[in-house]
């Protein structure tokens, strides 16, 4: 009896095998890559309902604009396409309105610049204040502040600044059409973009009895994505606020969103990334609505409303969406 209780008190405990790990190790691998794809959804809805509360603030910041001075913002604050003025000017519509989408320290802070110099002169540190509600989450370049450091290799000296300013991933619609030098007016100190079909362009005063498509037919805005910029050989003003002459701030709803055809911008990497193609032109110059959100684009509509676009929209009502009295069918979006 004493030898068989000793050889049942000596038997090795049972444990996992080689292989029985492995496979243990393998169903848990099975079951993270399953929940990845889950996660990865809900953290992209989170952010898509970030940004589209952002825009359904700029909506309703771009109404208050309007109830105060009784016209919407002008899209951008300059003679024409690449042609600056006196000051103030080359800004686009975001300085105006960063006191009604809660941003009034920073406007009090401006205001004094806005009034006495071109944009492109304001200092370095307000222009790249980081704007929150002008930022889409899903846009990993975001935040973009557009302080460059130069290549100055001179001993002793330092390194330029090329200031642009923050950029933002949401734009102003100017319509359904192509900007170029040719749009520019015959008559020196005219307005720019009289001709524009939508509601913000150079030097626009559009009021709400303009938009006699409907305001829950026409665009006011949408997303772009924007690019890091690293050095001065690679600058991307796509989304730049400040400076705005060279059309960085409003965008046309000429082609869908997410198209594959380029934009054209006076200044942006080549090659940009496949999600934003984009032509160095001095020109013709155009910029169209891109979203890092699978299959399409947020835009907030003149109502102050906010959809999701899909890349499959047709262009037809897409571009008839952009004007503000075209007279066009938007029914089928």
Request: glycine content about 8%; charged content about 15%; overall charge neutral.
């Amino acid at each position: 009896m004493h030898l068989l209780s000793r050889r049942r008190f000596c038997r090795p405990a049972p444990g996992f095998t080689l292989v029985e790990l492995l496979v243990v190790i393998a169903i848990i691998g099975i079951l993270v890559a399953l929940l990845l794809p889950a996660i990865q959804a809900a953290r992209e809805a989170a952010r898509r309902s970030q940004c589209g509360n952002n825009l359904k603030q700029l909506g309703l910041g771009l109404h208050n604009y309007h109830d105060t001075h009784a016209w919407f913002p002008p899209g951008v604050l300059a003679n024409g396409l690449n042609a600056a003025t006196t000051p103030p000017a080359n800004m686009s519509w975001m300085p105006m309105l960063l006191p009604f989408i809660e941003q009034s320290a920073l406007h009090e802070q401006l205001l004094p610049y806005m009034v006495t110099r071109a944009s492109s002169g304001f200092p370095s540190d307000l222009m790249n204040s980081v704007i929150p509600p002008l930022m889409c989450p899903s846009d990993p370049a975001a935040p973009k502040t557009g302080l460059i450091h130069g290549g100055d290799t001179t001993p002793g000296g330092s390194p330029p600044d090329y200031n642009d300013g923050f950029s933002g991933n949401y734009l102003l619609c100017h319509g359904s059409q192509l900007v170029t030098q040719n749009n520019n007016p015959a008559t020196p100190g005219a307005a720019f973009g009289n001709n524009m079909n939508g509601m913000f362009y150079y030097k626009s005063r559009i009021r709400m009895a303009s938009v006699t498509d409907g305001t829950a037919n026409t665009v006011m805005g949408a997303e772009i994505i924007t690019l890091p910029e690293i050095t001065t050989a690679h600058r991307d003003w796509r989304g730049r606020y400040y400076r705005a002459e060279h059309l960085s701030s409003i965008f046309s709803t000429n082609q869908p969103p997410n198209t594959t055809l380029s934009d054209y911008c006076r200044t942006c990497q080549a090659p940009a990334m496949k999600e934003a193609p984009c032509t160095a032109n001095t020109d013709l110059q155009y910029l169209f609505a891109r979203s890092f959100h699978p299959g399409g684009v947020q835009a907030v509509l003149a109502d102050a409303s906010v959809r999701f676009v899909s890349d499959t929209i047709d262009t037809a009502v897409w571009q008839a969406l952009g004007t503000r009295e075209g007279g066009e069918s938007t029914t089928a979006y």
